[in-house]
């Protein structure tokens, strides 16, 4: 395994990284002034301008959909973006810019994937074009949907067409107004003695009649407009059956397929983070005095950094591997690694991110530094995409099945 970085990956860490040196972080105090404009003037899910204004500049660059993967038509593998997506994480709403921020990944690999030409011309070109944004309808109020199998959306065929009834929250975007499509998961066969096969997914245009987002719900305070996460209703939501994903009983395979792609795309932009909390917590150690002496040469501090250097470079290479071997061996071969990440990296990120809260003190809880957001964002990472009780279970059971006929 060679994990150096190629001529063209070093070239392009320098273009996104000279990107949020010029673009990015003097930008970060507008994005949210933006946000307290609109949200004053009663619509906090306006697009930033900001934003808008940036994404031109980075296509002109030719950092536009860096995720594309290589056998879809893209430009580098899973283990040349990793980098690129750390830089990218280092400011949540940075991947936006260049068209490389979630939902709309993974519903676009899905698409690429999994969809017909005729749903890739309707939907997938103006999600690559920028020109429209999209949600992944999956997790339930009512039950544990880390459990996929307890899924209870209905997706019932009528002729013609598919009827779709059911509630959905923690759906990211879908109270945008730029978000045209929603990739729906519910199930079709619910008696089928398969549970892997009973679900389905289906896309469903945001102005079907039937469908209400019915509120925003917050993440430890914060409402993360103007992207949100939503509880939406669908009640006989009536679709063409000319929507369905793959065909019926396939919902859980497309899970599978877009779940591992973002697991390390969300690993690496978290990585990013843990390592701007590392940097603003040495800053912070080295420009206060605190009992005499500089904050910096109190020992308990010098422990705290040479862990959080070892966690994060142990998060990275563990995820860089992860990416070499979904290239080389396929994202099912490569699951233990995927779900080993997606444990460690949330975690060892949390961890560094309150050290450095703690570092800043008072300051590291307000708005004057990003680690508030940065700590509420990355902690809803342990959940999102599989909590990490499921990756632990899903390593633990490959690593017993070693055994089986010793």
Not at 19 to 24: A, C, E, G, T, V
């Amino acid at each position: 395994m060679d994990f150096a970085y190629s001529e063209k990956v070093q070239k392009l860490r320098a273009q996104v990284g000279a990107f949020m040196d010029q673009y990015i972080y003097p930008n970060e105090s507008r994005f949210f002034e933006e946000i307290e404009e609109n949200r004053a003037k009663g619509n906090a899910w306006i697009p930033t301008r900001i934003i808008e204004e940036l994404k031109p500049v980075a296509r002109k660059q030719g950092l536009w959909n860096l995720w594309r993967p290589k056998q879809h038509g893209g430009e580098l593998t899973n283990l040349e973006y990793a980098p690129l997506c750390e830089i990218m994480g280092r400011v949540q709403w940075a991947p936006e810019v260049f068209n490389c921020s979630a939902p709309d990944t993974g519903n676009m690999e899905v698409l690429l994937r999994y969809g017909t030409p005729e749903q890739q011309k309707q939907w997938l070109t103006p999600l690559l074009e920028g020109q429209i944004r999209s949600a992944f309808l999956m997790t339930e109020p009512e039950v544990a949907s880390s459990d996929a199998t307890n899924i209870q959306c209905r997706i019932e065929r009528q002729g013609d067409e598919y009827v779709i009834n059911g509630r959905k929250w923690w759906s990211s975007g879908a109270g945008d107004p730029r978000c045209r499509i929603n990739i729906v998961m519910g199930k079709t066969d619910p008696d089928n003695p398969n549970k892997h096969q009973q679900q389905s997914m289906i896309l469903v245009p945001a102005d079907t009649p039937g469908i209400r987002v019915l509120r925003a719900l917050s993440v430890f305070g914060y409402d993360d407009a103007p992207h949100g996460h939503m509880e939406v209703l669908l009640e006989n939501v009536r679709v063409p059956a000319s929507n369905m994903l793959l065909g019926e009983g396939k919902g859980f395979e497309i899970a599978q397929g877009r779940l591992g792609p973002g697991r390390i795309h969300h690993c690496m932009r978290i990585i990013g983070q843990a390592e701007r909390a590392l940097e603003l917590m040495c800053k912070r150690l080295k420009s206060r005095v605190a009992f005499g002496r500089p904050v910096a040469e109190q020992s308990v501090w010098h422990e705290r950094i040479a862990e959080a250097r070892i966690a994060i470079d142990t998060s990275r290479l563990l995820t860089l591997n992860a990416a070499y071997m979904m290239d080389t061996v396929g994202n099912k071969a490569a699951r233990a690694e995927i779900a080993m990440i997606k444990v460690l990296a949330p975690n060892a990120a949390q961890q560094i991110i309150d050290w450095a809260i703690q570092a800043h003190g008072g300051g590291g809880v307000c708005q004057e530094f990003p680690l508030a957001w940065m700590y509420a964002w990355n902690r809803t990472l342990r959940l999102a995409d599989g909590p990490d009780e499921v990756h632990r279970a899903a390593v633990a059971k490959l690593e017993l099945r070693k055994h089986d006929h010793r």
